[in-house]
Structures are given as structure tokens and as C-alpha cells.
């Protein structure tokens, strides 16, 4: 079936600093994939999302491409921010279905 | 916009007891999904329905969970009798069709101990 692996965690870095969480997946068909974000004491939210091959994703400094030749679709941001703390979720959509990750802890300290 | 609404935001219960989950989609969605959230298995999708009919429950543990939707806007989750394993965070969350494509917007949850 479908399944998304993520980079496991925790992430620690210092304000300003290069972010990347790899994410690949296993599909049988031709997927969406997302990254979903959520922060202390609240609801996934949408960061951003691909829906073909080749296809970027980009989002508030974030972004991923869409690689099928490689099955990954890896999150970077080039300059962190402490407000950047939160977990990330690599997800695949498949007809209704979202399968995610099991996420990634990311902390920026000051 | 309010986004998805979830009441209550926290419930603490004892082992047997009814628990019951409430959740108000966007105005104007036509999907709604249960998720439920635990660090040993991550997110788990627990039933979607379309139109108000449950499509896919295959995720609902066991019977003691049960979910309905009577209307547009406003769905319901229940779990009778409940247990200490049920202790996670519940979502709700919904979308305006439910496609690959589809951006899902989720509430902001649930935390559920069962003592």
C-alpha cells in the first residue's frame, strides 16, 4: 500500500540556519504529495503541496519538489526562524485517503 | 472563515464511560474525516464521510467507536465504553471534495485521557 518515510527527529538549529526534512514515498499510482505543519497546541495546517511530477511546492520560505525518478519530496527552507518550531508531516494523497509520515520535531533556537 | 470547530478541546474520563467528540465542519465542505493522533502510530484516519454518508470506516478500532454525521455541519464521535488505550488526540478535519488534490482543513483537536 501507500506509505510515506520521513526523516526521524528531533531537528535543533540556530535561527538563520538551512532546514532540510527528507521525505520519500512508496505509491502505487500517481499520488499528491503535502506537507502539513503543526504547531504547539494546535491542528495540522497546510504548508504546501505538489500534485505531478516535477511540480513545486512552495510555501512562507518553504519548499519541495515533486522528484518520481527518486519517490521524494524533500522540505528545505534556507533561513529558519524561531517561529519555524513546530512538527512537519510529510503526506501522500491517494483518492481521499492521506497517508502521513510519523513527522519531524523541529526546534530553532535564538 | 472560523475553520474547523472540535468541542471540547480537552476531556478527562474515567475507564467506561461514554465519551463524546463534536465537530463543525467549513461551511460549504462536502467531506469530513476522523483522525486520531498517538505517538506509537502517528496520524490514523478513522472514517471519512461524503455528503454526509460514511464512505470508509475500515479505520474505526473496534466497536465501541462510532461516528455519524446528521447533517452538513455537524458531525459527531463516540466511544462507549471507553478505555485507557483511547487516550489520544482526536481531529477532525474537511475538505471541499475529497480528491488526491484536496487541501484537508483540520480542526484543532481533542486530547482525550481515559484514566
Known amino acids: 500500500g501507500d506509505s510515506v518515510t520521513q526523516m526521524e527527529g528531533p531537528v535543533t538549529l540556530s535561527e538563520e540556519a538551512f532546514l532540510t526534512i527528507n521525505c520519500t514515498y512508496t505509491?502505487?499510482?500517481?499520488?499528491?504529495l503535502f506537507w502539513y505543519v503543526q504547531y504547539p497546541g494546535e491542528g495540522l495546517q497546510l504548508l504546501l503541496k505538489?500534485?505531478?511530477?516535477?511540480d513545486k511546492g512552495s510555501n512562507k520560505g518553504f519548499e519541495a519538489t515533486y522528484r518520481k525518478e527518486t519517490t521524494s519530496f524533500h522540505l528545505e527552507k534556507g533561513s529558519v526562524q524561531v517561529s519555524d518550531s513546530a512538527v512537519y508531516f510529510c503526506?501522500?494523497?491517494?483518492?481521499?485517503?492521506?497517508?502521513f509520515g510519523a513527522g519531524t520535531t523541529v526546534t530553532v533556537r535564538a | 472563515d472560523a475553520g474547523v470547530i472540535q468541542s471540547p478541546r480537552h476531556e478527562v474520563t474515567e475507564m467506561g464511560q461514554e465519551v463524546t467528540l463534536r465537530c463543525k465542519p467549513i461551511?460549504?465542505?462536502?467531506?469530513l474525516f476522523w483522525y486520531r493522533q498517538t505517538m506509537m502510530r502517528g496520524l490514523e484516519l478513522l472514517i471519512y464521510?461524503?455528503?454526509?454518508?460514511?464512505?470508509?470506516d475500515s479505520g474505526m478500532p473496534e466497536d465501541r467507536f462510532s461516528a455519524k454525521m446528521p447533517n452538513a455541519s455537524f458531525s459527531t464521535l463516540k466511544i462507549q465504553p471507553s478505555e485507557p488505550r483511547d487516550s489520544a488526540v482526536y481531529f477532525c478535519?474537511?475538505?471541499?471534495?475529497?480528491?488526491?488534490?484536496?487541501?484537508?482543513?483540520f480542526g484543532p483537536g481533542t486530547r482525550l485521557t481515559v484514566l
Open positions: 503526506a501522500l494523497g491517494d483518492d481521499y485517503k492521506l497517508s
Open positions: 461551511s460549504g465542505h462536502n467531506s
Open positions: 464521510f461524503n455528503n454526509n454518508v460514511p464512505i470508509d
Open positions: 505509491a502505487t499510482g500517481y499520488p499528491s
Open positions: 505538489a500534485t505531478k511530477a516535477d
Open positions: 478535519a474537511s475538505s471541499f471534495i475529497a480528491g488526491s488534490t484536496d487541501t484537508q482543513y
